[in-house]
């Protein structure tokens, strides 16, 4: 208050050091938003390799790179809608409708049909939940848990509560078989990964839908057309819950109601983890990919050492609550750092 | 300057009556009853066409059974329905019920069934707490963190239980689910008794005041001084220990305990509170509407199951309801437009 002499030079300069700053922040925030998922990676990998008697056997690896895939799948979805700042709480239930009505299908009219029912189906369910969040208004978590609902009991009156299970071995080499050594389902979750990650950092639609997560008010008044954007991503999130639904059934042959448990947590798990920020804005799709990976290993520990299921649950909220600690003090740190800046 | 006036808005101004959406200016005095009341009048009219109509549903003991099925997620819904009220949300009640039923289920045979009920209660509090401390003391956003939590508490009661099912033996602690008071279900007394205090809670208190004025403009109340994260903790808590009295009263019920008996629950809870009218914008919340959806879902549930229809049915009739209840309140608030704001 005393001592500065303001001149306008001072001001210019501390202006011009603050933008320095607040750029080294800024890229330093987003490496380690990038790539901050490795670290716990790298720490569970070497941990299963030393502690879990065959985790690097040909057969677990292979599991792993499945069950991975298909989360990581449903995984680009969830990052798509936390990009724009909503939520798909209904994921793992339009999997299960996808899956088990996959299988019907197959049964009834082939393979090729069957797969485009699968498909559909979960685009239908996520076009209905763009409508409802866009259009009515309803908070996406609320209406995605209403056709969570509507999803699980149609796929539990579809099944009768028990299991369909497919005749044609063939469509079972879609995620069995292998191209060059690598399962196919994991050659499709990278496939999925690059087209996602151009799609949201490469091009004009990607932009815009984190201009709506980052500041919806803003880009409303710059004139983006939020609902069509809402119904697109909420449409391509049912559609990546449909691709898991195949993928399950190829996999397992035999599919019940609920073929995987929590799927629609641990998408959003691995999306949070792989540093895609609940905020909004922002989607990083490498990194929910290796965050499928991640939780991927840990059940597959889980199982070689003989654990029983339902340390599942622990694993899981305690990967998502660390995976949210993680987000939190991101931001605050970012905050501070920004505000250490520029004062 | 701000804290004074903002303070003063809070305790005089615009303090409506909470649960009753203001009705429009104007016309004559009944549109605007049947629209406040549009939710009791249609649950009393299903009501009675549902006597009509089924015989068996009319049955006392039917009718007993829809009274106490729909205290458990009545019980719930209304101290959910503060917490909505307060910008809020816990999805970690289906965990609560799992593991005070199972504490319950636990600590029986060791002593009396107050005790027992008493420890459950104490676990019930205890993890809505801590629900409130995570969510508001390290700034995790409510629905992930609590359905995070949800599956911790999933978890434990799964460790606990070692995937089992405890069964209760205890002669004094199962007439809890089947002593009749006036020919009431006891249950059915708790959870009136439980949506009246929060109801006095909500209008006749300070804390209640603090609930709404957070749930309306966080901001606001942190300019005036209102103890935010406090008032939270305390909903949350609330959330706790009326979800535990209905995992026990479940116990009860079943005379058995296990980590999966109420899978779903928070669906249940959330449609409650919402069809009853509970705006998710926070600020404002109905009880008589949380109550009235919740004995409307409890009837639901039973005539689908007198007619025969398989109860995966429910999942689809809840969600559907859930929809279209949202519907109906965007249209009331004005909302919902197709025109882009």
Not at chain 1, 1 to 14: G, K, L, R, Y
Not at chain 1, 33 to 58: E, K, N, Q, Y
Not at chain 1, 150 to 168: E, F, K, N, P, W
Request: proline letters at 4%; one cysteine or more.
């Amino acid at each position: 208050m005393t001592a500065n002499v303001v001149t306008p030079d001072s001001i210019d300069a501390q202006r011009r050091q603050a933008e320095v700053l607040a750029d080294r922040v800024a890229r330093r925030s987003a490496i380690v938003d990038r790539t901050g998922v490795l670290l716990p990676f790298v720490v569970i990998f070497i941990l299963a390799v030393a502690l879990v008697p065959g985790f690097l056997s040909g057969a677990n690896i292979r599991s792993v790179l499945v069950n991975a895939s298909i989360v990581a799948i449903v995984g680009y979805g969830m990052t798509l809608a936390i990009a724009i700042r909503g939520l798909d709480l209904s994921v793992g239930a339009v999997a299960a409708l996808s899956s088990v009505v996959t299988a019907g299908a197959i049964n009834a009219a082939g393979a090729p049909l069957g797969v485009l029912t699968g498909l559909l189906i979960g685009l239908i369910v996520g076009l209905v939940n763009g409508l409802l969040v866009a259009f009515m208004r309803i908070p996406a978590f609320v209406a995605t848990l209403a056709t969570m609902g509507v999803a699980r009991g149609a796929a539990l009156l579809y099944s009768h509560g028990s299991r369909v299970t497919i005749s044609d071995t063939g469509f079972r080499k879609l995620a069995t078989g292998s191209v060059l050594g690598i399962p196919g389902p994991f050659l499709l979750a990278i496939l999925f990964c690059a087209l996602t990650y151009v799609l949201l950092d490469r091009t004009r639609f990607g932009r815009h839908v984190c201009a709506v997560g980052g500041n919806p008010a803003a880009a409303r008044e710059a004139g983006l057309n939020e609902r069509r954007l809402i119904v697109a991503v909420f449409g391509l999130s049912g559609v990546a819950a449909g691709v898991a639904g195949v993928l399950i059934t190829s996999q397992l042959g035999s599919v019940d109601a609920t073929p995987i448990q929590g799927l629609e947590l641990q998408a959003i798990a691995i999306a949070v983890l792989g540093g895609t920020s609940l905020a909004g804005g922002s989607g990083n799709l490498p990194g929910t990919f290796i965050g499928a990976l991640l939780l991927a290993m840990i059940s597959a520990s889980l199982n070689l050492r003989n654990i029983p299921g339902y340390y599942q649950y622990l694993a899981l909220g305690a990967l998502l609550l660390l995976a949210l600690g993680l987000d939190t003090l991101r931001q605050s740190l970012r905050s501070r750092l920004m505000a250490g800046g520029t004062s | 300057m701000s804290t004074v006036s903002s303070d003063a808005d809070l305790q005089q101004g615009k303090d409506p009556s909470p649960g009753l959406t203001d009705p429009p200016p104007g016309r004559n005095s009944v549109a605007p009853l049947a629209g406040k009341y549009a939710l009791q009048l249609f649950t009393v009219v299903g009501l009675v066409v549902l006597c009509l109509v089924q015989p068996e549903f009319r049955q006392p003991g039917n009718l007993r059974s829809v009274l106490l099925q729909a205290s458990f997620s009545g019980l719930s819904a209304s101290a959910m329905t503060l917490l909505i009220v307060a910008g809020m949300f816990d999805l970690s009640v289906a965990g609560i019920v799992g593991l005070s039923a199972v504490m319950v289920a636990t600590v029986m045979p060791h002593t009396t069934v107050g005790a027992a009920v008493g420890a459950a209660l104490l676990l019930g509090l205890a993890l809505g707490l801590l629900n409130g401390v995570v969510v508001t003391k390290l700034r995790f956003p409510p629905f992930i963190a609590t359905f995070g939590m949800l599956n911790l508490y999933l978890a434990a009661a799964f460790i606990w239980t070692a995937g089992g099912t405890l069964s209760i033996a205890a002669v004094g602690f199962l007439p809890l689910a089947t002593t009749q008071i006036l020919g009431l279900p006891l249950l059915f007394i708790v959870m009136v008794l439980g949506v009246v205090a929060c109801y006095l809670i909500l209008t006749r208190t300070r804390f209640g005041r603090n609930l709404r004025a957070i749930g309306s403009s966080e901001p606001a109340s942190r300019m005036a001084g209102l103890p935010v994260d406090g008032t939270r903790i305390t909903a949350f808590a609330l959330v706790g220990l009326f979800t535990a009295v209905a995992g026990v009263g479940l116990a009860a019920l079943l005379s058995s305990a296990s980590a999966d008996m109420s899978l779903g629950f928070e669906l249940t809870v959330i449609s409650v509170a919402v069809v009853g009218g509970t705006s998710l914008d926070g600020g404002r919340g109905s009880l008589l509407g949380t109550f009235t959806a919740a004995i409307l879902f409890s009837a639901l549930n039973n005539a689908l199951n007198l007619l025969g229809v398989t109860s995966y049915w429910q999942y689809v009739a809840i969600g559907l309801v859930l929809i279209l209840a949202l519907f109906v309140a965007g249209l009331q608030n004005g909302r919902l437009s197709f025109r882009r704001s």
